[in-house]
Structure formats: structure tokens, C-alpha cells
């Protein structure tokens, strides 16, 4: 990104108007330049006011990534099994690159955890090919590479784990009414607040490659809101202030870290009272999508093994590992 455009957006961060005038002479370029500069700002995903006689600010502000200080969130012993946490203005996917990068490190080095933050996707990635909405400056996209020493089926539940350690974290804040919706959506009054995508890649020597994906809605601009095809809420909306997402991206790395490590030792096990209590779909009349199939009935919970239990209109339980559950509220 160029860097004047990086030094315009940190100078509006504060949501505040800032004049042409003084803009220009702290970018050191002219009024005119400032104009051309702001005018790029809505193409990243940024909503910018410009009032003659006042200048430009960002309406209600950014709270821009900064690594020094995700990292304050971060316990020692966390900080030191994470090899790498980087941090882009602009990336494809957080999770492209990761699996990218797993594909280039050596199989041995392996108990190692590699974090990719950036501050816009300009392809990210939801489940089933959908598109994450990733406007600049605005909300959490986050990916981690973990390793695991087992076959694929070995970490079926982890999309469950990552699940419950997003909405551990958001009531350790004391945000309320979070609920998961199977397999691994977190909600916020039946609205989605953060989704997490789980890429696989299994290599050689038995050690295999998941790219846990993150996106948390932290202050999601209105315009790129409407981008959006399901019911959504940001933490903006639910605590009605602008969020330090350092904070947030430092809590959920450092809690993830520590839920991988207990994942590793004692299974999906740890986990299921936890994923139980914030179960929405519990009783309720679902549908569950597969790419072949849609089967609806009422939602039974999840089995021991983090699959879905559908009771169907014969009575019969039928399980599944892997679909999108439609609430039919
Ligand atoms: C979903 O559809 O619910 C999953 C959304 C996952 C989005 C995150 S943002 C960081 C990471 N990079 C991506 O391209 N996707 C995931």
C-alpha cells in the first residue's frame, strides 16, 4: 500500500476532521494531493466524510492493528510456540497465505504456530466458497497455522474447539447472548458475529496442516454491511463503541493457543460441555444442507465426536460430520 495513503488513514483514525490544508502539510504534499488521496479511500472499504470547511475524518473512527501491541494480549509460554505472527495492510486471504507458507516449511519443524493478520482481504474466503466481506481497518481476519500429528480425522472437532474458544472469549469481555450455531458459527442474538473456516492439508511423515481462519465483525461499515446475504452484528453494535481490535486479536490468539495445546492432549472430550450450553439449534426445527442433500428435522445436539444429530420425522437419529444447518425459527 502506498505509504502516504497509509499515513492519510492513520491521521483520520482518530475520527476526527482534519483539514486539507494540515493533511497536506503533515503528508507533505498539497491540498489537491490530499483530495486524490482520500478519494481512494472508499475502494479499501473505508467510509470518509469530507465537509467543506471542516476537511475529512472517518466517521466513528479506526482502530488500526498494531503487532506490539496484539502481542501485550499474549502469555509468554504462548509467545514462545508461536514462530511468526505477520501483519499486512492488504492480503488476498489470511488463510491463502498460510497455506501457502505450510506448503513451503519443512515437515520437521512442526509444533510451531504461524499467525497472518492483515487489515483487508480483497478475497477472503467464507465456508462453501462464499465470500468474506474484509473492508479495511473495520473488522478481525485472522488465520492460524497449526500443526497436528494424527490423520485428518483426528481433528474433525476443531472447528467446534475454535468455536467455543471465540465465544469463551467474547463473554470473558462480558458481551452476552452468544450462542453457536453447528458446526461453528458464533452468534449474537441468532446473528452472525464471527465465522471460522478450517482449510486441511496433510503431508508427508503423518504431520498434517490446519489453517484455522477467523473473521470477527468488529465495526463493519454500513455500505460493506449491505454486501453481507445473512442476518450479521458487530461487537460495535452490541457494546456501542469502537473496539480495540488489538485487543481482540491478541486475546483470540493467545486463547486459541491454549485451547490447540488442550486439544492436543485430551481430545474434543474438553470441549463438548462447553459447545452444549451455547448450542442454538438444540430442539429446534433444522435444516441440514449438504452438497448432495437437505434433510430437516429437529436438532438433537452433537455426539461425542462433534457431529450434528438430527432427529428426522420417522423418530430416526441420523448424524453428520460435515453441512450447513438453516434454523427454521
Ligand atoms: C464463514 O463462512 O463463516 C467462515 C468465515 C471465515 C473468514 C475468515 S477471515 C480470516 C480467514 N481468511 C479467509 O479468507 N477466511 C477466513
Same mark, same amino acid.
Given at each position: ?68 501491541? &496484539? ?36 515437515? /520437521? ?5 504461524? $499467525? ?30 497449526? *500443526? ?65 481462519? &477467523? ?10 454491511? /449491505? ?10 453494535? &452490541?457494546? @456501542? ?11 483470540? &490468539? ?14 474434543? /472430550? ?6 452444549? /450450553?451455547? @448450542? ?7 435444516? $441440514?444442507?449438504?452438497?448432495? @442433500?437437505? $434433510? ?24 453428520? *460430520? ?8
Amino acid at each position: 500500500m502506498n505509504a502516504n495513503l497509509k499515513k492519510l488513514i492513520r491521521c483520520l483514525s482518530d475520527g476526527k476532521f482534519h483539514s486539507g490544508t494540515r493533511l497536506g502539510e503533515v503528508l507533505g504534499i498539497t491540498r489537491g494531493g490530499v483530495w486524490k488521496l482520500a478519494r481512494k479511500l472508499p475502494a479499501l472499504g473505508i467510509e470518509i466524510e469530507s465537509v467543506v470547511g471542516k476537511g475529512y475524518c472517518i466517521p466513528c473512527g479506526l482502530s488500526l492493528l498494531n503487532l506490539a501491541k &496484539i502481542k501485550n494480549y499474549i502469555d509468554k509460554n504462548h509467545l514462545a510456540q508461536i514462530k511468526k505472527i505477520e501483519l499486512f495492510d492488504q492480503i488476498d486471504s489470511t488463510n491463502n497465505y498460510l497455506m501457502q507458507l505450510a506448503q513451503k516449511l519443512s515437515a /520437521k519443524k512442526r509444533n510451531e504456530i504461524y $499467525v497472518c493478520l492483515a487489515e483487508q482481504q480483497l478475497k477472503g474466503k467464507g465456508r462453501l466458497g462464499r465470500q468474506w466481506v474484509s473492508p479495511f481497518g473495520a473488522n478481525l481476519y485472522l488465520s492460524m497455522l497449526w *500443526s497436528f500429528a494424527k490423520d485428518v480425522s483426528a481433528i474433525s472437532g476443531l472447528g467446534l474447539v475454535v468455536a467455543v474458544t471465540i465465544a469463551d472469549t467474547l463473554t470473558s469481555i462480558g458481551i452476552k447472548k452468544i450462542g453457536l450455531k453447528w458446526p461453528n458459527d458464533v452468534l449474537w442474538q441468532k446473528r452472525k458475529l464471527s465465522g471460522i473456516l478450517i482449510e486441511v492439508s496433510s503431508e508427508a511423515y503423518g504431520i498434517g496442516n490446519a489453517i484455522i481462519g &477467523i473473521g470477527l465483525n468488529v465495526a463493519m461499515p454500513a455500505h460493506a454491511g /449491505k454486501l453481507i446475504n445473512q442476518p450479521w452484528v458487530d461487537l460495535r453494535e &452490541i457494546t @456501542d463503541e469502537l473496539q480495540d481490535r488489538n485487543q481482540w486479536a491478541g486475546l483470540l &490468539i493467545n486463547n486459541l493457543a491454549h485451547n490447540l495445546n488442550l486439544f492436543r492432549q485430551k481430545g474434543i /472430550k474438553a470441549f463438548l460441555q462447553k459447545w452444549r /450450553k451455547l @448450542d442454538v439449534c438444540m430442539n429446534q426445527p433444522v435444516c $441440514v444442507i449438504t452438497p448432495n @442433500d437437505k $434433510v430437516c428435522g429437529i436438532a438433537k445436539g452433537i455426539d461425542d465426536h462433534g457431529r450434528l444429530c438430527l432427529k428426522n420425522k420417522a423418530g430416526k437419529i441420523l448424524t453428520f *460430520s460435515s453441512g450447513e444447518v438453516s434454523l427454521r425459527f
